[in-house]
């Protein structure tokens, strides 16, 4: 049967193989044809018809980006440029899709203008979009380029609609005359508030006159002909000015975001020194968790975060709590349980350092059904859930992190409940060990040393045993030498012999 995407072709203009500027890193940069859009300053009027380019699959694109690859490097990529990429908006969503599915970074060059339907197609497989943003009003839109500004605040205003999770590059080209002044530039960064959570970097490109001698071969007017090349100097300055004015935005929009949401009122409160607190965060920045955020975001919003010290057997949270935080562990250990209808504690899960609980019950507004109580005496960051909200839910990577703990977590509940089904205490009791291993063990002379530093009803808590019959089958696996307890270290001397128990 033939591919789907043999059916669907596009209209290739031209290539570039070595593309510097037009994304991260070395590009493999295709043009194609065809734009709605009468830039006065176009340089690549050649491009604009829609009729013309050599015709191609997205196969071929596939087989085109595979043997540039080299050059791509492990920062580069593939852009889709123009003309306007998305006015070939079916061709666009299949190979962004089949680039994505063979793992290359995708970006698109475009004005916003194109075809819609195909949106929620083509964002969700592109890493970064070069916004090109060329006026700032309803009318000087109609005279720089011949089309209405509208298409462009709609894209801005429904692009994460449209599954885009990426970065943002905004980009305007000054000319001489039209947006050399800081009004404009106060103009640009109001234009793009909508997305400028999103924006990564923002550029100001000098007007040249490179495409001149093109109107000339096509036999069109160019329309700039008095103009004189924007100076490059005088355009930096401009692209600080604009840079400035974009984080200032931002930190005003922030500042006033946190106030409008409705501050719970909470009872968690801190209980270590400013100093200790400032310590802590500043090594708590480099969690995975938190590596995806922008470090002068953190640095803005730590002072937000709560740092409390818990004696062991204190209590963090309780069963029926609505969400009201996301708790990172700084250090120590923290039990997940609930109390069964015989009124004996199930441990579901042990948090160590680095592991965080309460993302999901955000994410999704439900409340605690375990408690969660210091196992040791631990260190807990408190997120509250209106910064949760605003910094952290929107972002993939942390969106990532969560999931990819979760699934942790169920491999964990799924064991637990084989545990627990079985009658057999050695089955129990292996299984113990080896998730204490897990959680708690530290290699030393080529064996797992354990140390335990919770006591024994906390132990047969876990395991679904009473103390009793755990103390038992602890001593009986020392006899059969698969452990060793001594110091209140516990050492493996077995593992395979243990792990046979859960096969
Ligand atoms: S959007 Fe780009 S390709 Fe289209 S007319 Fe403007 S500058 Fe030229």
New binding site residues.
């Given amino acids: 049967m033939k591919r789907q995407d043999q059916q669907i072709t596009g209209q290739l203009h031209s290539i570039e193989t070595m593309g510097l500027v037009d994304g991260p890193g070395i590009r493999t940069i295709f043009f194609l044809q065809g734009?709605?859009?009468?830039?006065l300053?176009?340089?690549?009027?050649d491009?604009?018809d829609l009729n013309g380019g050599r015709i191609v699959t997205p196969s071929e694109i596939l087989q085109l980006a595979n043997r540039y690859k080299p050059y791509q490097g492990e920062d580069g990529g593939v852009t889709f440029s123009?003309?306007?990429p998305l006015l070939q908006g079916k061709f666009l969503a299949e190979s962004v899709k089949l680039l994505k599915e063979n793992e290359f970074n995708v970006c698109i060059d475009t004005?916003g203008?194109g075809q819609k339907e195909y949106y929620s197609n083509i964002f969700p497989y592109v890493d970064t979009i070069l916004l090109?943003v060329?006026a700032f009003s309803e009318r000087a839109y109609l005279d720089m380029?011949l089309v209405k500004q509208k298409p462009l605040i709609d894209f801005m205003n429904q692009l994460e609609d449209y599954g885009f999770h990426g970065q943002i590059w905004i980009r305007h080209?000054m000319v001489p005359g039209y947006t050399d002044n800081k009004k404009s530039m106060q103009k640009l960064i109001q234009t793009i508030e909508p997305i400028q959570h999103l924006v990564e970097r923002l550029e100001i490109l000098p007007y040249h006159t490179m495409g001149k001698e093109k109107y000339k071969e096509l036999n069109k007017p160019y329309l700039l002909e008095n103009v004189n090349p924007m100076d490059k100097e005088k355009a930096k300055e401009f692209e600080i000015y604009a840079n400035v004015l974009l984080a200032e935005q931002m930190s005003k929009d922030r500042i006033e975001l946190i106030e409008k949401q409705e501050v719970e009122t909470s009872t968690l409160e801190t209980n270590v020194s400013l100093e200790e607190h400032n310590k802590i965060i500043r090594n708590f920045s480099n969690l995975p968790l938190l590596r995806h955020i922008n470090p002068e975001i953190l640095n803005d919003i730590q002072h937000q975060f709560i740092v409390k010290k818990l004696e062991k057997e204190e209590i963090l949270f309780q069963s029926g709590d609505d969400p009201n935080y996301m708790y990172i562990i700084y250090s120590g250990a923290i039990k997940i349980f609930n109390v069964l209808p015989n009124m004996k504690e199930q441990i579901f899960y042990i948090y160590r350092k680095d592991s965080f609980v309460g993302g999901h019950n955000l994410l999704s507004d439900s409340k605690y059904w375990y408690t969660g109580e210091a196992l040791l005496d631990s260190v807990v960051i408190t997120i509250p859930a209106k910064i949760f909200n605003i910094y952290f839910a929107n972002k993939k990577a942390v969106l990532k992190e969560i999931l990819s703990q979760s699934f942790a977590r169920i491999r964990w509940a799924e064991d637990l409940i084989n545990r627990l089904a079985t009658l057999n205490s050695s089955v129990k009791t292996a299984g113990l060990i080896l998730r204490l291993a897990e959680n708690f063990g530290i290699k030393k002379n080529g064996q797992i040393q354990i140390p335990m530093k919770f006591d024994r009803a906390e132990m047969s808590n876990f395991s679904g045993l009473t103390r009793d019959s755990l103390t038992r089958k602890l001593g009986e696996f020392e006899e059969l030498g698969y452990i060793h307890i001594e110091n209140e270290i516990l050492t493996i001397l077995n593992f395979d012999a243990l792990e046979s128990y859960l096969n």
């Fill in positions: 734009c709605p859009l009468r830039c300053y176009c340089h690549n009027p491009t604009q123009g003309g306007e004005s203008y090109d060329k380029c080209v």
